[in-house]
């Protein structure tokens, strides 16, 4: 098995390798190689196409979780410029699931906030999994509440399994950090917009995920508790897993359906990791746009408007 | 059971007390289930559902922890309309909507929160009060509904209100819609604190999950019973993140006053005077209430003349 294909892509994964030797053999020149080799990259493009658009929410919550999957210091240089980190909560210290900072993104300021998990493992380590602190919520609140204070609309980009959950993030209050978040989110006079990027577990998505606009990338999840928490404790097992994935209603489509999430940006086939660059110039189109609606809004009128899209939350 | 066990007395006999510690059947006698003493039920009940002999604080439903805070006279009841809904229509082992409805009948609450409009020591308060027995005090739609209008009570007459938390966590089977009423009770929480109407909320055993990291730890007070648990992840989450054992006193009350998440820990029959106390002073009321009305005795005689 080709760790860098899921089960579900196996079929594509076997056909890449065939291309990858074919073209090894094709640099010692023969032209029917070549049509050979646009064959085969036609098939497995055909594969993936027919893969991708027959996928259960199980197989989604693993491309979510793919571990070439785009985190958010791929999409940080790729939609943004002049990316200038901030660091630290100011109380206790600097949790590097969570990134911040100043950033322009067509030219105009912004400030970005995003979780990280981290590509290799000693990032995995260094970044906690992608799962904060209360030391995290605390420093992204820090920095919104300077970008209030500055003008500046503020972007967040979601991909968590989930706050931390340890001794020190209880001692330290990891829900009153969540709880205030998303309550002082509720009032930032500023555009906010969010992003889940990859996986957007429970409140600890929510503690960034407060806002005027949420999106999810097609292949992303969002839900309260994993498939696999939400299994164990109903069926008792977690390898039921795939059920309680499909029972949850936890990808955009669904959620879309339900009035949370207001749009979904397509991925490039076969997701976003088999082309970045694509996938952020599909972001940055996307940021720009909303953030042109929003900030036409007159700073009362997008307070109300966040304020009531909040209580909706739930009526038919 | 072997001879010895036989003749053993019951509290001696370990490892299958825990179910039979509920099992003491209804009717005149209760048993702690902390410190396994027998106890006369009204007796029990004079004293708020705290065993007179550990103070260990027994749950207590919504309607009468509500009963016992609010004064007697000129209570509603608010937001009855509020109705669970089941958008997803989920389905695991059973129907979201067939384990709505058991819960419904077991209960007799349409679902986990119940409102009311009253007054503590004369002075005016909305309270709302969650029902651990209606599906782990677990907060979807409908507890945030309920919620967020009771606060719109509070934020229009300009009372307090004052919330006891008992939940699980966001429930499960309302997916995300759960998790979103995190959001819409803590920008209602928020509304009232930019307009200075008080928000008092206490953590009554237990309060985890989506309830504490939202509308539980906002309080402009958060005050705590005695031994109640409150954090974020269950015990046994963090136990199988972190692979140790966890410390003893680990998120309960005593830990979190501690660590500065509450500002108090009151015992319950303490709860109506403090609170009374707290709020007569945010509120500017020129007499201040915090005076105990009378001490509630604790009549354990009885009781103790039982076990001998």
Redesign the interface.
């Known amino acids: 098995m080709n760790p860098n294909y899921l089960d579900f892509e196996q079929p594509i994964a076997e056909l890449e390798v065939k291309i990858e030797e074919l073209q090894l053999v094709g640099n010692d020149n023969d032209i029917n190689i070549n049509e050979e080799i646009s064959k085969l990259k036609e098939k497995s493009h055909k594969l993936t196409e027919k893969i991708f658009s027959d996928l259960t929410p199980w197989d989604i919550v693993k491309v979510a979780r793919h571990p070439q999957r785009p985190y958010t210091l791929d999409y940080l240089p790729r939609v943004f410029t002049d990316f200038e980190e901030l660091h630290g909560d100011r109380h206790f210290g600097d949790d590097k699931s969570i990134i911040g900072g100043l950033a322009r993104l067509n030219g105009e300021p912004v400030m970005v906030i995003g979780q990280e998990k981290g590509r290799s493992v000693k990032d995995k380590v260094l970044r906690n999994f992608g799962m904060p602190k209360p030391e995290g919520y605390r420093k992204a609140l820090r920095l919104m509440e300077m970008a209030e204070r500055f003008k500046l609309p503020i972007i967040t980009l979601i991909d968590t399994p989930g706050?931390?959950?340890?001794?020190d993030?209880?001692?330290?209050?990891?829900?009153?950090a969540?709880?205030?978040n998303?309550?002082?989110m509720?009032?930032l006079k500023t555009p906010i917009i969010c992003l889940v990027i990859g996986e957007g577990s429970?409140?600890g998505a929510?503690?960034i995920?407060?806002g005027d606009h949420t999106a999810m990338l097609q292949y992303s999840t969002?839900?309260?508790?994993s498939p696999e928490?939400?299994a164990n404790?109903?069926?008792k097992t977690s390898e039921k897993a795939p059920?309680?994935a499909e029972?949850?209603?936890?990808t955009s489509t669904?959620?879309e359906n339900?009035g949370?999430v207001d749009s979904t940006i397509p991925e490039p086939m076969g997701a976003a990791h088999r082309d970045i660059d694509l996938m952020a110039e599909r972001i940055t189109a996307h940021l720009s746009e909303q953030l042109k609606k929003l900030q036409a809004l007159d700073a009362d009128d997008l307070l109300a408007q966040r304020?009531e899209r909040?209580?909706s939350?739930?009526?038919? | 059971m072997s001879w010895i066990d036989k003749i053993l007395p019951s509290i001696v006999r370990s490892g299958e007390e825990s179910e039979r510690r509920t099992n003491v059947p209804e009717g005149l006698w209760s048993k702690c289930v902390k410190c396994e003493s027998v106890l006369y039920r009204p007796d029990l009940e004079h004293n708020l559902n705290v065993c007179p002999k550990c103070e260990h604080h027994m749950r207590i439903g919504a309607r009468r922890r509500l009963d016992i805070f609010l004064d007697e006279e000129g209570r509603t009841e608010i937001c009855t309309d509020v109705e669970p809904?089941d958008?997803?229509k989920?389905?695991?082992?059973k129907k979201y909507k067939d384990r709505l409805s058991a819960a419904q009948k077991a209960t007799g609450e349409k679902d986990a929160l119940i409102a009311m409009e009253g007054s503590v020591k004369g002075l005016p308060v909305v309270s709302v009060a969650f029902e651990f027995a209606f599906h782990g005090g677990s907060m979807?739609?409908a507890v945030?509904?309920k919620f967020?209008r009771a606060a719109n009570v509070a934020l229009e007459k300009k009372v307090p209100l004052v919330c006891f938390a008992a939940s699980g966590g966001?429930?499960?089977q309302?997916?995300?819609?759960?998790?979103?009423?995190?959001?819409?009770t803590?920008?209602?929480?928020?509304?009232m604190?930019?307009q200075g109407v008080p928000y008092i909320s206490v953590m009554t055993d237990p309060v985890y999950?989506?309830v504490?990291?939202?509308?539980?730890?906002?309080g402009d007070l958060n005050v705590a019973e005695p031994n109640a648990r409150?954090?974020?992840?269950g015990p046994n989450?963090?136990e199988q993140?972190?692979r140790q054992k966890?410390?003893k006193g680990?998120?309960l009350s005593e830990f979190l006053l501690e660590?500065?998440?509450i500002d108090m820990i009151i015992p319950r029959p303490q709860m109506r005077d403090k609170l009374a106390g707290i709020l007569s002073k945010l509120m500017h009321h020129p007499v201040d209430l915090g005076v105990a009305e009378s001490e509630p005795e604790c009549e354990s005689e009885s009781v103790e003349q039982q076990e001998e």
């Not at chain 1, 969002?222 to 508790?225: D, K, L, P, R």
């Not at chain 2, 504490?212 to 906002?218: D, I, P, R």
């Open positions: 706050a931390y959950p340890g001794i993030s209880e001692e330290r209050g990891i829900s009153e969540i709880a205030q998303l309550a002082v509720s009032r429970s409140g929510l503690g995920g407060v969002y839900f309260v508790i928490g939400c404790i109903i069926w059920d309680a029972a949850m209603g936890l669904i959620l339900l949370i304020y909040l209580m939350y739930g009526n038919d | 809904v958008r997803l989920f389905k695991d082992l979807g739609y945030g509904e967020t966001a429930r499960m309302e997916a995300l819609i759960s998790l979103m009423q995190m959001a819409k803590s920008a209602v929480i928020e509304r604190k930019q999950g989506g504490s990291a939202s509308l539980a730890l906002l409150a954090g974020f992840a989450i963090i993140t972190i966890l410390p680990f998120q660590h500065g998440a």
